[in-house]
């Protein structure tokens, strides 16, 4: 969840303390647009993104969007994070509910709070794993419609609000627990864990990876499973880590990768993906930076509204977008990284 991009949609409600919402905002209303375009800082784009590349709008009109998924229909899934629905774009147009409520089954939570589903991934088993906020719980969504619960707490106490995950080829899973769902978010008194951490979940039992970022976020995997790139939405703190994964599945070595912190652009560091080079797509302040390997910045792709999150086609030659209210689309000329399922 692209935290200042929904602080420009959802003012003047909110009231921030220095590590996330202190309160649940009011309905999201629709920003100005910004020029969309492909800004090159490195010769290196010209062979991932064609310069005169277009971003295009698919559909529109939503609260905050956000954990697009690209179904191999031709159809993605998407979630209204403050609306509180998963729906559906298909190639025709047309937009569906997949679930509602989508990420929040109860009635005590304030409306107009990120109370919602988020970033989601397909298992081992061909189910779409959801992140709900609300719920505070990841849930499996059988090809029946059934929700079963995989990740509600660990050591005996309630998650935050999981916010993205992404898979291993062995069928474990990382995802990444802020508070964005709380209330109060970090000074909620509901919330019951001490970190805001990175978990690892492999055969039904969850491990603490790592507690070291104070917001964590948007994650994804190197192609060849080796690192893992875990996203900060901290102010103060704007920027990209990545940790070496290790054959059981542990974390070290965690590094800064990336750091947008001195940006004068709005937007904090949210979703990312990786290409099959092993480039990575994150979404930032002013838009979608565009990485090599080895952390340099080879430019910028301009969205009309502030971008959350990801997500490659298929085929991985399209790039879609979630960004405030509305769902988009940039055809691009290097493939995305395939998922470990599909």
């Known amino acids: 969840m692209n935290i200042n991009s929904a602080i420009r949609l959802l003012v003047p409600c909110l009231v921030l303390t220095a590590v996330g919402c202190a309160k649940a905002p ?37 609260k905050f969007i956000e954990g697009p998924l690209a179904r191999p229909d031709g159809s993605v899934m998407f979630s209204d994070l403050v609306g509180n629905v998963l729906y559906r774009w298909t190639p025709d ?22 109370i919602g ?4 991934a397909v298992g081992p088993d061909g189910d779409v794993v959801l992140c709900q906020h609300g719920n505070r719980r990841i849930v499996k969504i059988g090809i029946d419609g059934k929700v079963t619960t995989l990740v509600d707490r660990y050591a005996g106490k309630r998650i935050n609000s999981p ?13 990444t627990d802020p508070p964005f769902g709380l209330p109060k978010a970090n000074d909620d ?10 978990y690892r979940v492999s055969k039904g039992k969850v491990a603490l990876a790592a507690k070291d970022l104070t917001l964590p976020n948007g994650i994804a995997f190197s192609p060849d499973y080796k690192l893992l790139y875990v996203s900060s939405s901290e102010q103060g703190k704007r920027l990209w880590m990545r940790y070496e994964v290790a054959a059981d599945g542990t974390l070290s070595n965690g590094k800064v990768f990336a750091d ?53 086609s298929s085929d991985g030659k399209t ?5 405030e209210t509305s769902l988009y689309k940039l055809n691009v000329k290097l493939a995305g ?6």
């Open 26 to 62: 009011p309905p999201a209303q629709t920003a100005p647009p910004s020029p969309s375009g492909i800004v090159k800082l490195d010769p290196g784009l010209d062979t991932l993104v064609a310069s005169d590349a277009k971003v295009e709008k698919l559909a529109g009109g939503f």
């Open 93 to 114: 147009g047309k937009v569906s509910e997949v679930m509602n409520p989508g990420g929040y089954d109860g009635k005590d939570l304030p409306p107009g709070g990120y």
């Open 337 to 342: 990284q395939t998922p470990a399922f599909k």
């Open 189 to 198: 008194p509901s919330k019951e864990q001490p970190v805001n951490g990175i």
């Open 260 to 312: 947008a912190t001195s940006s004068p652009e709005a937007g904090v560091p949210d979703g990312l993906k990786t290409d099959s080079a092993g480039n990575v797509y994150a979404t930032g302040p002013g838009g979608i930076w565009v990485f090599a390997p080895d952390g340099r910045q080879l430019g910028t792709i301009k969205v009309p509204e502030g971008p959350s999150n990801l997500a490659w």
């Open 163 to 175: 916010n993205d995950l992404v898979f291993a080829p062995d069928g474990s899973f990382f995802f």
């Open 319 to 323: 790039l879609y977008i979630t960004a």
């Open 117 to 120: 589903p988020n970033g989601m």
